[in-house]
Structure formats: C-alpha cells, structure tokens
C-alpha cells in the first residue's frame, strides 16, 4: 500500500474551520496532521489553510508574487499565529558545491523562501500576530506527529520470510 502525500483533508469540526471546509488540501503528511491537531484542540478557536495571502517581493526575479501561509490559528486565549511547515533542511542555506545543478536550485528556493517569510513577519505584526516556521523539531515538541512517525533506532520492522522459488513448468506449449 502506497503512502499518499497530498489530498483533501476532511475538516472534522467545521465550525472552527475559517474558509471554505470542503476545500482543505494538504501538501504533506506534516500539514495533514497539523490539520488534525487543530480540528481537535481544544485550544485552538479557529483555524484555515492557505486562506490568508501575503503579496511578496521575490529578489530573483524582482517582481512581486503571492505567498499563501500554510497555516491561521487563532488561540482561545487570542493569541493568532501563522505558521509555515518546512523540514529543518529547508530552513537553512544549502551546503555543498555552489556550481552544481542542485546547490544553485536550493539556493534559489532558499532566497524565495526568506522573501516569502519576511513578508509573512511584517504582516502578521501589523496586524498584532506572530509567525512561526514549524520544522520536525516543533511537530515533535507539540506532539503533532503520531508516535509511529517519530523515528525509534534500533527498533526495526522484522523482514518477512522469502517465498519458496518455484520451477517453471517444461510443459510444450500447444
């Protein structure tokens, strides 16, 4: 069975959701249980997914462009936050040979990334809230990721016992 990365992600409690709750998709297993946790909080007021758009300005290309936050919470005690789930590697400036094909690709996501975060930091203080950029370290701090998901060394799955070969039949064919 094949794990899926992507789909729509069905809102269990659609009053907390802000936006359309038939339209949620998430873009990775991290969002999808992100999604999880803040339908089931109990702290958590509302919440929406990519529905807040932050105009951005992109030094590469030197225009402006979109960002869509990947999360709004909005705290019972008021407090609201967006939040952009990235795996820690993505946070940080690449390594590596700076002429290869990949080191220069990273870079230039990097640089779109800084500028899209940037501009997510100066609007939510405009507006009195916070960004935050939620890696492995925070889904695992928060709890957010299912204790399967969390990696255990030295506890391996046990491999299944290979299958007997069996012999073709030599039987001519008619």
């Known amino acids: 069975m094949a794990t899926t990365y992507s789909g729509i992600y069905k809102v269990k409690d ?50 402006y462009h979109r960002y869509f936050v990947d999360l709004k919470i909005t705290f019972k005690n008021g407090k609201t936050i967006l939040v952009e789930i990235k795996p820690k590697k993505q946070t940080t400036p690449p390594q590596g040979n700076n002429r290869s094909k990949r080191y220069i690709s990273e870079a230039m996501t990097y640089v779109k990334n800084k500028n899209k975060w940037e501009a997510a930091e100066e609007y939510a203080k405009d507006r009195g809230w916070e960004f935050e950029i939620w890696t492995e370290i925070e889904l695992e701090k928060y709890r957010i990721l299912p204790k399967s998901s969390l990696k255990t060394p030295g506890k391996l799955k046990p491999l299944e016992p290979i299958k007997p070969f069996r012999k073709k039949s030599k039987k001519p064919y008619k």
């Open 14 to 63: 659609r009053n907390k959701y802000n936006g359309n709750p038939d339209n949620v998709i998430y873009r990775s297993m991290w969002e999808k249980y992100c999604f999880l946790w803040c339908d089931e909080s109990e702290e958590i007021v509302k919440w929406s997914s990519e529905e807040v758009q932050i105009p951005y300005y992109y030094d590469i290309d030197k225009k």
